[in-house]
Nanobody, 127 residues
């Protein structure tokens, strides 16, 4: 089992950058592929980005491609969501998630593939 805690959310202006961190505790962090999801008000939670257990494979949702990156540091048990050129439509609660059933280079795109979730951190982008 792993516990996930997100941090780094806040209120920023359009065009700004923000760095979200997800700290993991418990079972070996490299056992999990990791993902970021987000949920905007009145909308369903959606996939943002994912990274494989050893960081060699990454995938991004179309709306964030070229603006967001998802590096991980297995030695520090953290995964980051670096968000650049933020837009008002990026406003949402952002969740970190862990999938314990991935291969070394596999990524997971669907919510139901992730077993463990953080409580989320709010990101608000003003125009």
């Amino acid at each position: 089992q792993v516990q996930l805690v997100e941090s780094g959310g806040g209120l920023v202006q359009a065009g700004d950058s923000l760095r979200l961190s997800c700290a993991a505790s418990g079972r070996a962090f490299s056992s999990y592929s990791m993902g970021w999801f987000r949920q905007a008000p009145g909308k369903e939670r959606e996939f943002v980005a994912s990274i494989s257990r050893i960081g060699t494979t990454q995938n991004y949702a179309d709306p964030v491609k070229g603006r967001f990156t998802i590096p991980r540091d297995n030695a520090k048990n953290t995964v980051v969501l670096q968000m650049n050129s933020l837009k008002p439509e990026d406003t949402a609660v952002y969740y970190c998630a862990a999938n314990p059933n991935s291969g070394w280079t596999s990524i997971s795109l669907r919510e139901n593939e992730y077993k463990y979730w953080g409580l989320g951190t709010q990101v608000t982008v003003s125009s």
